[in-house]
Every structure is written in C-alpha cells, then in structure tokens.
C-alpha cells in the first residue's frame, strides 16, 4: 500500500535553481540604495525565510527601517522583470515530477519566494503539474510556519497522515515539523548535503530519482 497521496515541494533549491536571479536582483536593489553587493555564496546562505529576510541579511547591520524598506522594493521591481533569465529546473526535475503524476500523486508547491514569482514561474516551468501553488503573501506566515503547508494538504485532499514535504534547508525541516509531516531533505538545492546531515535530517535524497525509495 503507497504510504503517501500528496507530495508538497518548495521551490527555490528546491525544483528550480533560481540562485543567480536572486543573487542579480538582491545586488541591484543594493547597488541602487549604495550599499556593497553580496557573492552568490552569501546570497546562498542568505535565502530560505523569505525576500524580506533575504534583504534584511544582505543590508549591513544598524540600518533603517526605511532603507531596508527601499531596498525590498528594489528588489521586488527588478526581480518581477528578471526572475526567468538564469532560472531553471534542476537535471532530473521534469522526469521525477512526470513519473509522480503519472503514478497518481497529488502535487503542490508551498514556497517562502514572493507569490507574484511562484505564480509566474510554475506556469512556466512546470505547466499542469501542480494542483496547489503558494508562495509569500500578507495574511499567511510563512514557513517555518505550517500554515501554508496545511493550507495545501486541504487543497490536495490530504492531512497529516499522508502528506510528505519535499525541501532543501532548514526552514524546509522545521516547517515539516510543524505541520506534521515527514520532511524529504534534497541534497542538490542551497544548504548541501553535510548541512542537511548537521540538521538532523532523516531522509535525504542526492538525484530526483530516489525519491521513490521514500515513497
């Protein structure tokens, strides 16, 4: 007997290798405001808690309120024109969710990335593959909070006893936690393998391919 129905993924590290749109959109908002861009590993280390946490690392430390205001709205005018240039699905992506839904899984995307971007993105990466899609917006917290993850388990006909949350970081671990559900750790997305491994993380994948040894 299948032990799960819905299989719910972030994004960002995730199915999609967005990390040089994110590093380009993150160095122009600074870069426009005056403060000293940032390498592609810090912004590595930087994303997972949403754009605005993103900003909030990458702005130097003692910084007003309205500047990290300014440069989150930098952000998000540049990254609503760029987030397709560099971005793309991770080798393996495509196939592994084809054979899922082939197989009858309920599939949805619970993302810290701003929703505007994961509405455009998914379309465009992955059309019909998804049956719930949610990203940042106001009104919902956003992981490590389960409540976009239970909002998605509603939208796919499933709960706590057969749901599995597929990620790459922490955040990715402790939303899991809080839902209650399983978390699938991939070790190809930003935080790597070791880190995961540091996280206590019980189930890790390093190729698509093997999620099904957990499914």
Known sequence: MRRYKAIIFDLDGTLLDTLTDLAEGT???????????????????????????????????????????????????????????????YPGIMEM?????????????????PDFAVQELIPEYFPGIFTSVSGERQGVAKKPAPDLIREAMKNLQADSSNAVYVGDSEVDLEAAVNAGI???????GFKGKKFLEEQQAEMIIEKPSEIQKYL
């Open 97 to 113: 969710l084809q054979e899922l839904v082939q197989q009858g899984y309920s599939l949805g995307v619970v993302s810290n990335k």
């Open 182 to 188: 399983p978390c699938i750790s991939v070790a190809w």
């Open 27 to 89: 160095n122009y908002a600074l870069r426009v405001n005056g403060f000293p861009e940032r390498t592609p590993d810090e912004i590595r280390r930087f994303v997972g808690n949403g754009a605005r946490k993103l900003i909030e690392r990458a702005v130097p430390d003692r910084q007003l309120e309205a500047a990290l205001e300014k440069v989150r709205q930098d952000f998000d005018i540049y990254y609503k024109v760029h987030c397709k240039d560099h971005t793309g699905p």
